[in-house]
């Protein structure tokens, strides 16, 4: 049964073990920044078509224990990759190390690359092409101390690019992690959603998405279609499976508003292309000047960290003025607001009931979670 590592978000493992299990996962086991499992590939295909979390699903092909380069290259060119793509196939190798006692990783990374092209040389008398920027296949070199592990990459592009937002504005944030803090948030399809501060309305088409059971997969191509092993049929049947699960775009409960006319515009037109236009209601307005659309509900918001919204004395203005808005306006509601910003622990004049840490990228933020009662709420 083959190996897989699928990385994420830091801080969104628990729920990617949690999914990865559901999904029939043997053998899940959680690590800083993704998660080990084993499965088969009817498996492997359902990970990259169904996981909102997951960055890529990569399938460890071997792990060893080295002493020098040339223990690495041996290691490499003893792979039958031959088996694995055709040589017509382009290429590319990514390495990534912790606390590696060899002195460059650029050199390692062309070493796999070489002894890689060795091997089809040795066996077709041709070796593969190295394409950086769309290879047809990746492959993945991770190095802890004196431990190698190599994966080849059943996903191709990352998993948060799903295929349908096209448009950014200043500051996106990705899907997967979007979709981690909807998931943090306790937020169900039928629960009124409003991101205030919407942007290229990432947290919107999520939403709407998971609403209408639309796989996050469903609309771009997977890099296991490159190898071959590839079971086409099997994954003919699991597309037209999820395809046929879908609901009908309707009117949902989900709302998006922001400052700034660009943005909505830009999320507008994310939502169209993806077909949700009709699932969310967008209009332009100020944070602070917005009421709440229904009783009850969730409030998600991607808060700047003086990018969007200028330097930080604005931000610092807007804080308490952002807590009065909520306490106003917003009783029985729940706020998660997603920031890098630690001032706004200090200035927002609201406690968060929880804090999540969470990573965008290699920034470290946290999702503060406000359970908002009219009235004085202050420390």
Not at 140 to 159: C, K, P, W
Not at 170 to 198: F, K, V, Y
Not at 216 to 230: H, S, T, Y
Not at 307 to 329: F, I, S, T, V
Request: charged share 25%; proline share 5%.
């Amino acid at each position: 049964m083959p190996d897989f590592f699928s990385p994420c978000p830091r801080g969104l493992e628990t729920i990617l073990h949690s999914d990865l299990e559901m999904l029939g996962a043997q053998g899940v086991r959680s690590a800083e920044g993704g998660v080990h499992f084993s499965g088969d590939w009817a498996l492997c295909y359902r990970a990259n078509l169904e996981s909102r979390i997951a960055s890529r699903i990569l399938w460890r092909v071997n792990e060893l224990q080295y002493r020098s380069e040339q223990d690495i290259y041996q290691a490499v060119f003893g792979l039958q990759w031959q088996r694995w793509f055709d040589v017509t196939r382009t290429i590319r190798v990514n390495t990534t190390a912790i606390r590696c006692p060899l002195k460059s990783l650029e050199y390692i990374t062309l070493l796999v690359k070489d002894a890689v092209c060795d091997r089809f040389r040795a066996h077709c008398n041709e070796r593969p092409s190295v394409d950086t920027l769309a290879p047809d296949v990746r492959i993945h070199v991770f190095i802890e101390d004196n431990r190698l592990m190599l994966y080849l990459d059943t996903s191709g592009d990352a998993l948060f690019k799903r295929g349908v937002r096209t448009h950014t504005n200043i500051a996106p944030i990705r899907e997967n992690l979007a979709a981690g803090i909807l998931r943090l948030a306790g937020w169900q399809p039928g629960t009124a959603l409003l991101d205030p501060m919407c942007g290229s309305g990432t947290f919107l088409i999520e939403a709407a998405q998971m609403s209408l059971n639309i796989q996050p997969g469903i609309a771009r191509d997977f890099a296991f279609e490159k190898l071959k092993n590839f079971d086409a049929p099997l994954w003919g049947r699991m597309r037209e499976q999820a395809l046929a699960a879908q609901l009908p775009a309707r009117p949902l409960e989900i709302y998006g508003s922001d400052l700034y006319g660009d943005a909505l515009k830009t999320s507008s037109r994310n939502l169209e292309e993806a077909g949700l236009s009709e699932c969310v209601e967008l209009k332009q307005a100020n944070i602070l000047e917005i009421s709440a659309p229904t009783e009850h509900g969730i409030l998600v918001a991607n808060l700047p960290y003086g990018e969007r919204m200028g330097e930080l004395d604005e931000l610092a203005e807007l804080y308490p003025k952002l807590g009065d808005a909520l306490k106003k306006k917003f009783g029985g509601w729940t706020a998660y607001l997603f920031t890098a910003d630690k001032a706004i622990l200090k200035l927002m004049r609201l406690s968060p009931s929880k804090r999540t840490p969470l990573f965008n990228g290699a920034i470290e933020c946290r999702l503060l979670e406000y359970k908002i009662v009219p009235g004085s709420n202050r420390r």
